[in-house]
Each structure stands twice: as C-alpha cells, then as structure tokens.
C-alpha cells in the first residue's frame, strides 16, 4: 500500500467497479468510478482542488485568504477541506432546499455558510450571484465560480478521464452522465475523445433540466422537475461548451431510485440519486450500444449525506415518489 504525504494527494485516482445488476439488465458490462472514495466523499474535490491550485498559480489569492462560491453542497465540502489542508478560510452560499447533512458537514468542516432561498438564476438572489457578490466585497478572497471556471473541466480531463481510460485497458465503447456544472461530463468526454474518437458520449438528463432538448433540438427548454441534488442545468456554461455530445437520455427520479435501491440491496453500494440516474443512463447507452459493450460512468456521492431525505420514506412519500420495492 502507498503511503501519501498530504490529504490533497487521497483526491482522485478512484477505483472502478464493474456493477453486476446494471451490467446483466443490459447484457453488457458496465463499470462506475466510486467517487464516493474521495476524502470529500464526491466528485467535487476533484473541480475543488483543480480551482483553487489554479488560483493560486494564477496568483489571485494569498496565504490566508478566503474562498467564496455558490453550490449545492458538494463543492462547499470539497472547497472546505481543501481550504482546510491549505490554510484558507471559506464562505459558501447554498440554496436552503439542499441535504441538512451537506449543510452539517460543511458547518463541521468550518466553512461560513449563507443559505439563500431557491430562486431562478435570472435573480439577483440565486446562490451563484450571491457568492460573486460576496467575493467582490471580500478582502483576498476568490470566487471559485464553478459552473464557467474550466479549471473545473480540466481535474476531469487530466485525471478522470485518464483513471478511466487506463482502468479500462483502453476498452471502451461509450461513457455517461448527469450535468450540474458540466466539468465531469464534458471533462470526461473531451478526455476520452482525445484518446478514441470512437467512444459514444452520452448525456443522462434529469427531469427540469434543458440541455435534453439543447442537444436533441438546439433549444433550451425543460420539462418537468427532479428531487435530485447536484444536477439539472439550465444554461451552457462555460464548462459545457464544445462538449462532445453524440446521443441523449432523458432520466426520471423514479429510473434512478430504481438503481439506488438496487445497488444498496444487491451490491452494497449506498449512493446519491445523480449516481443513480447515471447508472440508468449507462444502461441505456449500453442497450443501444449493443450487448458485450463496455459503458462506463460516475458514481457522484455517498448515499449516507441523504439519509433525511433519499432514504426517508416519509420524504419520499411528500415528493410524490414511489418507495422502491424491497423484497
Ligand atoms: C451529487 C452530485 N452529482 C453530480 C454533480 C455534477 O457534477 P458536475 O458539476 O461536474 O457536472 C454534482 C455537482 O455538484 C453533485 O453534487
């Protein structure tokens, strides 16, 4: 076993599993990146740790200073435990809808937090422009400003997309996956492109998000909602542009809850609802890729961050959502 100098080198380098039940529905094999396994327990630390090395090679902030952003829960936690390793302070801005265990676990980790109502991005209120207008107020502080910052995009292009490639032996047919800021999604794509521009890249898209119809039809527009955290994009960010983009899923909650269930009863895998919508996607891209096809994709966060609400019938129950069979 290796032994690592500091906290920041456990980010990355994941392992690859190859799940049983998804790949036996599609009569393919399917494998996920367990991201869960970074220290952060999400993808997010991968983006987190690439922003603020890239800020302070940029020179934009200096020992002591303050990171700023605007997020769901998961680069907030990220960021904090970066900024932690590295002496930093961090003020995070997050809708008050999100995860009381994301909210805990940033409060634990000692960031500042400012919860903001839900509101459209066109307001001035919605958490990402509440952050940039924090940092702009704030002496030696950074806003890390991760929907078009693409040192988010390039931790993907650099290190997920390479794991997955040299993990894979180079034996892939197609790769999925959900977009909250892009970075994963047209990280990964862009990095395994540039290996085989064979490889199918699919976007798996929640319910409430528009980009289904942007790559279907070349216009933003969404239908619907989904319960799930972290997902759901509205707009091209500046992460998302020149995504390599060949076909699209839309996924409901219920086909993700569907996977979360599964994995937890079948493969002892306990996951946030983006893991789950993902791996429904991968199913369906490997349907349509063909039986033997090898898919792969991103297994975002612990399930154990929504224990009040995934794993709460009674949450379940009042979002409308059908509690997964258990036998
Ligand atoms: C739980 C979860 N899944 C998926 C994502 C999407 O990742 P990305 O921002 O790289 O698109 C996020 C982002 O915050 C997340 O928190």
Not at 82 to 104: F, H, L, W
Request: net charge negative; hydrophobic share 40%.
């Amino acid at each position: 076993m290796q032994v690592t100098q500091d906290t920041l080198a456990l980010i990355g380098n994941t392992p690859l599993v190859r799940l049983k039940g998804p790949s036996e529905a599609a009569g393919a094999e399917i494998f996920a990146k367990c991201e869960f396994t970074n220290p952060g327990a999400s993808v997010k630390d991968r983006a987190a740790l690439f922003i603020v090395e890239d800020a302070e090679a940029r020179g934009l902030i200096r020992p002591g200073g303050t990171i700023v952003e605007g997020t769901a829960g998961n680069t907030g936690i990220g960021l904090a435990l970066v900024a932690n390793a590295k002496g930093y302070r961090t003020i995070i801005v997050m809708p008050e809808t999100q995860s009381r265990e994301k909210m805990d676990t940033l409060r634990a980790l000692g960031a500042e937090l400012v919860l903001v109502p839900a509101a459209p991005y066109a307001s001035p209120c919605h958490f990402v422009h509440t952050s940039r207008r924090i940092a702009e107020e704030t002496e030696n502080a950074i806003w890390a400003n991760q929907f078009d910052n693409v040192a988010n995009r390039r931790a993907h292009i650099v290190g997920t997309a390479e794991e997955i490639w040299e993990q894979m032996d180079g034996r892939i047919d197609g790769f999925t996956c959900a977009v909250g800021t892009g970075g994963t999604f047209a990280g990964v794509g862009l990095g395994l492109k540039q290996k085989d521009e064979r490889i199918t890249i699919a976007l798996s898209d929640p319910f409430g998000a528009a980009l289904y119809e942007y790559y279907a039809c070349g216009e933003l527009k969404s239908e619907g909602s989904s319960v799930a955290e972290g997902i759901g994009q509205g707009r091209i960010t500046a992460n998302l542009e020149g995504a390599p983009v060949d076909t699209q899923f839309r996924i409901s909650d219920e086909d993700g809850l569907h996977w979360v269930r599964r994995l937890l009863d079948e493969e002892g895998l306990c996951l946030g609802l983006s893991s789950g919508i993902n791996v429904a996607g991968a199913v369906q891209l490997a349907r349509k890729l063909g039986p033997g096809s090898r898919v792969a994709t991103i297994l975002c966060d612990t399930g154990f961050r929504y224990l009040s609400t995934l794993y709460n019938p009674e949450w379940l129950e009042a979002k409308g959502l059908p509690l997964p069979e258990r036998d």
